[in-house]
């Protein structure tokens, strides 16, 4: 009783949240049932008589907290802001790039340049729980803090980000509709360097038949290695690394994108744990649901430079219920063709090891690579394209 008082004085002592309640409904437990009680006024000390092991306090958090986030989000120009917060005056969408697991991409302006922009819709699935919103969004705020920092030639440039996106409008794909769609009132925007080279499954795609030379395969997986590498020293677990989430520019430079799943590595590994990423490119203590730290990416790595050097894609013909019992119960992996030097094979090899502690760190595998001489050639095809290696045609699979 003395609680429900306190919050009573509080709310009559300070005429601004006072107001801010007027209208709110507060649910109140009686005989079992529910029932709300609809404050259409201020709350005066004799209307807070009623019993306190009846409210449901819950949904009362639930209510102020609504109130001051709109109290917030009214006066949020008075606050300071977070570095990496954009100004959505200056973000124009201009049309879709891509659609995934977590969020849209939209081709857009940002201040004159161009840039990629990702939205991502936090529970307005009608799933999502107001205390895991909450939680998402400052996980979000938590982690773009770190994306803000980075800075290496084979990570995307980040730009900024917003936690809300009232001001936007997606355009729309059809031309004669009227005006622009809103989006959704929980939505927030990650903006990044736009890369015109497009994804590296894309090129990959483009170059499966005629392969690639031995000394761009060294190249993209150096730009792949070193870029993660550079997370790793930064604690950044990617979690999602595979083809479609590296991007090339005009000079077929990779960099590493798509930072929906990344998290800041956890001290205790069983911090991290659940299906995250993409089946085909996922460790075995992924797939297995067991506690993972960065090594998971090693994996990961592994399948993208098998990927690379064959431009074929791993596990084409199998079920995910196939992948996922035989990578981890079998220990299968994409299958080494015969042609392929010894000094590539065995990174391979040693990234893909079934236990996590046996995998090198990432800074090690760029040693090694950096270590392979390209003068001779080594890939799927010489340099000078007089021949093709044949020994991927009868199969791509391994137990």
């Not at 993409?278 to 790595?301: H, I, Q, W």
């Not at 094979?345 to 760029?366: F, G, L, Q, Y």
Request: aromatic letters at 8%.
């Amino acid at each position: 009783m003395k609680e429900i008082s306190d919050l009573s004085l509080k709310m009559d002592s300070n005429g601004e949240e006072k107001a801010g309640l007027m209208g709110t409904e507060i649910e109140v437990k009686d005989g079992g049932f529910r029932s709300k009680l609809k404050a259409l006024g201020s709350f005066g000390r004799k209307d807070m008589f009623f019993r306190a092991d009846k409210i449901d306090l819950k949904s009362l958090d639930i209510q102020l907290a609504k109130q001051l986030k709109n109290t917030w989000c009214k006066h949020k120009v008075d606050m300071p802001g977070n570095q990496w917060e954009i100004d959505l005056s200056k973000l124009e969408l201009r049309y879709e790039l891509a659609r995934g697991t977590y969020g849209i991409v939209y081709k857009g302006i940002y201040d004159g340049r161009d840039v990629a922009v990702k939205l991502m819709d936090w529970g307005e699935d009608g799933f999502a729980r107001n205390a895991e919103t909450v939680a998402l969004r400052e996980t979000f705020q938590k982690e773009v803090a770190v994306w803000h920092k980075l800075d290496h030639a084979n990570v995307t440039k980040f730009i900024g980000a917003a936690m809300g996106t009232n001001e936007l409008k997606i355009p729309q794909k059809n031309p004669t509709s009227n005006g622009n769609k809103s989006l959704p009132a929980r939505s927030c925007c990650v903006v990044v360097e736009y890369l015109p080279g497009g994804t590296l499954k894309q090129f990959l795609i483009r170059n499966s038949r005629k392969k690639l030379a031995y000394k761009t395969v060294i190249k993209l997986a150096l730009d792949l290695s070193r870029g993660l590498s550079y997370l790793h020293s930064h604690k950044i677990v990617h979690r999602d690394v595979k083809t479609e989430n590296m991007l090339l520019d005009r000079n077929v430079n990779l960099k590493i994108a798509d930072f929906g799943v990344a998290r800041v590595e956890a001290q205790n590994p069983k911090d991290m744990t659940g299906e995250t990423g993409t089946l085909g490119y996922m460790a075995p203590e992924v797939l297995d649901g067991k506690p993972y730290n960065r090594k998971c990416d090693v994996y990961s790595f592994s399948i993208c430079l098998w990927e690379i050097y064959c431009c074929d894609m791993p596990y084409w013909n199998l079920s995910f219920s196939e992948i996922s019992y035989a990578v981890v119960r079998q220990n299968m992996r994409p299958d080494i063709p015969r042609c392929c030097p010894s000094a590539l094979a065995n990174i391979m090899r040693k990234c893909w090891d079934p236990c996590p502690d046996n995998r090198p760190e990432m800074d090690e595998v760029v040693g090694l690579l950096e270590a392979i001489n390209t003068s001779k050639g080594g890939g799927m095809i010489p340099d000078d394209q007089a021949t093709k290696c044949l020994c991927l045609f009868s199969s791509n699979l391994r137990p």
